[in-house]
C-alpha cells in the first residue's frame, strides 16, 4: 500500500519527546506532533503485504492499509473516514494504546514496523484541524432506549453505536465528569483531558444524555432503570484492586495506584481532593508492579518531587527480544521502556514483599524483601518461585503504591442487587460474542465482562455489545461485524 518501494527508502521516525528535566516541570503532553510530510513518509512504508496481519493484531480490526495509503496521499478526510468506521475514539488509543497492531506489522519481521499508532493519532487530529469531524446526530430514532453504566472506554464506545442506531443514550457515571478511566486513570501527561472533553462534547452533541455523580445501585434506584429502559449495558470496568496482604500493610503510607493517580489528575485539573492527601514529595517512593500503571506512578512521583523511585515486581525479568516462545506475530512480553522509565526510576525483578515496616507512630520507613528465583515450564512460562537464601533485606521508603492489577468489578451496589450471575474470577457472565448476561435485557461489556485489559478492547467490546443490544431490540442490527461488511 502507499509507495510500493516506501519500506525500502525510509526507515521508521520516532517521535520526538520534550527533554525529560523539561517535561518533569508539568503535567502536558510532551510528544511533538509529526510534519504532514514526516507521516505521509511513515504511511509510505506500508507494504503490499497480500495479508496484513496488523488488521488481526488490532482488536477493532482497523483497516491499517487503506488508511496508510490515503495518509501518503494526503487524503486526510478519507483517512479519518477510513480510521473512525472501525474506532471511535483513535485520538484516544493514538497515544495510550500498546499497538499490538505493530507487533503483528509484516515489516516488522525483519525491520522496524510501520509507526502505526503515531499515524493514528495523527490522522484524528489532523481531521478535527481540518474541520472534518462534527456532530452527526442519527436521522432516525428508533424509540427505543438505552442506560449505558460507566463511561469509561467501553461505555463511550457502546454509547456512540447505541446512538448511531439511533436509540435514545443515557450514560450513567459515578464520578463527577465523564471518561472513567480516561479521566481519572491515565495521567495527563500521557492523556490530556480536554482531548476526551471534547469527545465528550461531540457525543452530547449527538444527542447522548450524560448524568454524572449517578451511582446506580446507591444513589439511583435500579428499579428505576429496569422501568423505563429497554436494556442496559453494564461497563463499570474492573475497579477492585489487587491488594499484598503483607504483615504491617495497614502502616500509613501504602496506598492503591489508582488512588494516587486519580488525586493528582483532580489537582491537575484544580478539583479538590477530600480524602487524606496522597503525595511522593519528599519522599522515597517504591512501586510494586511492573505495568502500565506502575509507569504512571514513577511519572506523576517524579513530577511532585520524589527523593527517589524505585520499580519492582516479583516476575522475573521479560526478554529484550522476541524468543521462540514469542514468535511473529504473536505480541511479545518483552522488557518495556516507558517515558516515565526514562524520567528516572531504578528497576527491579525478582522480587517479593516479606513485610511493611513502620515506626511507632505507624508511618511507613521500609519494606522488607526477598529475591526470588523462578522456575519455568519448557515453553518459558513461569510455574513457581523459591526465595534465594542469604538476600533479605530492608529498602528504605515512606511511599509504597501497589500497581499489581485488578481483580473483578466492584460487587458491592449495582451488580448484587441486580443478582447478573458472575463466573469464577468474579467477572459478570455473559458468553463470548453474545455480551448478554442472564438478565435477557441486560448486557455487559470491557473489563466488567472479560477482567482487566486495553483500553483498545474496551472499544472493541463496548462496539460489539452494542450491536448485540440493537439485535436484541430490534431484532437484527444494523451494526455490522468486524468480519462482515464496514461497520455502520
Request: with cysteine; net charge negative; glycine share 10%.
Amino acid at each position: 500500500m502507499g509507495k510500493v518501494t516506501g519500506f525500502l527508502e525510509y526507515e521508521r521516525t520516532a517521535p520526538v519527546k520534550q527533554d525529560a528535566k523539561e517535561r518533569l516541570q508539568h503535567y502536558n503532553e510532551f510528544v511533538v506532533a509529526f510534519e504532514q510530510e514526516q507521516v505521509k513518509q511513515e504511511g509510505a512504508r506500508c507494504m503490499d503485504c497480500g495479508v496484513p496481519f496488523c488488521q488481526s493484531g488490532c482488536p477493532l480490526g482497523n483497516v491499517i492499509p487503506e488508511f496508510n495509503e490515503a495518509v501518503y496521499k494526503g487524503e486526510w478526510e478519507l483517512a479519518s473516514s477510513i480510521l473512525l468506521s472501525t474506532n471511535n475514539f483513535p485520538e484516544f488509543t493514538g497515544r495510550i494504546c500498546p499497538a499490538p497492531c505493530e507487533s503483528a506489522c509484516v515489516l516488522g519481521i525483519n525491520k522496524s514496523p510501520v509507526s502505526i499508532e503515531e499515524i493514528e493519532k495523527h490522522i484524528i487530529e489532523i481531521a478535527f484541524a481540518k474541520g472534518f469531524i462534527k456532530a452527526e446526530p442519527p436521522l432516525i430514532r428508533t424509540g427505543k432506549k438505552v442506560a449505558v453504566i460507566g463511561s469509561g472506554p467501553a461505555g463511550l464506545a457502546a454509547a456512540a453505536q447505541l446512538n448511531k442506531a439511533g436509540h435514545e443514550v443515557v450514560v450513567y457515571e459515578r464520578d463527577d465528569t465523564p471518561g472513567g478511566l480516561l479521566n481519572y486513570g491515565i495521567p495527563d501527561f500521557k492523556l490530556q483531558k480536554d482531548v476526551v472533553s471534547r469527545r465528550i462534547s461531540l457525543m452530547e452533541k449527538e444527542g447522548i444524555e450524560f448524568k454524572c455523580n449517578a451511582n446506580v445501585g446507591v444513589n439511583v434506584e435500579l428499579n428505576t432503570l429496569l422501568r423505563d429502559f429497554q436494556s442496559i449495558v453494564l461497563a463499570g470496568g474492573s475497579t477492585i484492586p489487587r491488594d499484598l496482604p503483607a504483615p504491617g500493610r495497614s502502616a500509613k503510607g501504602v496506598h492503591f495506584a489508582m488512588d494516587f493517580l486519580k488525586q493528582q489528575n483532580k489537582r491537575v485539573r484544580n478539583i479538590s481532593v477530600e480524602q487524606e492527601e496522597i503525595l511522593a514529595t519528599g519522599k522515597d517512593v517504591i512501586v510494586i508492579g511492573g505495568g502500565d500503571t506502575g509507569s504512571d506512578c514513577i511519572g506523576t512521583s517524579n513530577r511532585q518531587g520524589a527523593r527517589s523511585v524505585m520499580q519492582f515486581e516479583i516476575m522475573p525479568m521479560p526478554a529484550q527480544a522476541r524468543t521462540a516462545n514469542m514468535p511473529w506475530p504473536t505480541y511479545p512480553m518483552l522488557l518495556k521502556v516507558t517515558s516515565s522509565h526514562e524520567e528516572g526510576a531504578e528497576r527491579a525483578w525478582g522480587i517479593n514483599t516479606k513485610e511493611f515496616i513502620s515506626d511507632e507512630n505507624n508511618n511507613l520507613r521500609a519494606l522488607r524483601v526477598v529475591d526470588v528465583e523462578w522456575e519455568f515450564d519448557p515453553s518459558g512460562r513461569p510455574l513457581n518461585f523459591k526465595e534465594i537464601a542469604g538476600t533479605e533485606r530492608e529498602l528504605p521508603c515512606q511511599l509504597v503504591l501497589l500497581a499489581m492489577g485488578f481483580l473483578h468489578p466492584q460487587k458491592e451496589g449495582l451488580i448484587e442487587k441486580l443478582g447478573v450471575e458472575l463466573d469464577n474470577r468474579g467477572n459478570v457472565k455473559a458468553e463470548e460474542g453474545k455480551y448478554q448476561t442472564n438478565i435477557a435485557k441486560i448486557f455487559v461489556a470491557g473489563d466488567m465482562r472479560r477482567g482487566q485489559s486495553l483500553v483498545v478492547w474496551a472499544i472493541s467490546e463496548g462496539r460489539e455489545a452494542a450491536r448485540k443490544v440493537d439485535e436484541y431490540l430490534m431484532g437484527s442490527s444494523r451494526l455490522a461485524t468486524k468480519d462482515g461488511i464496514p461497520y455502520a
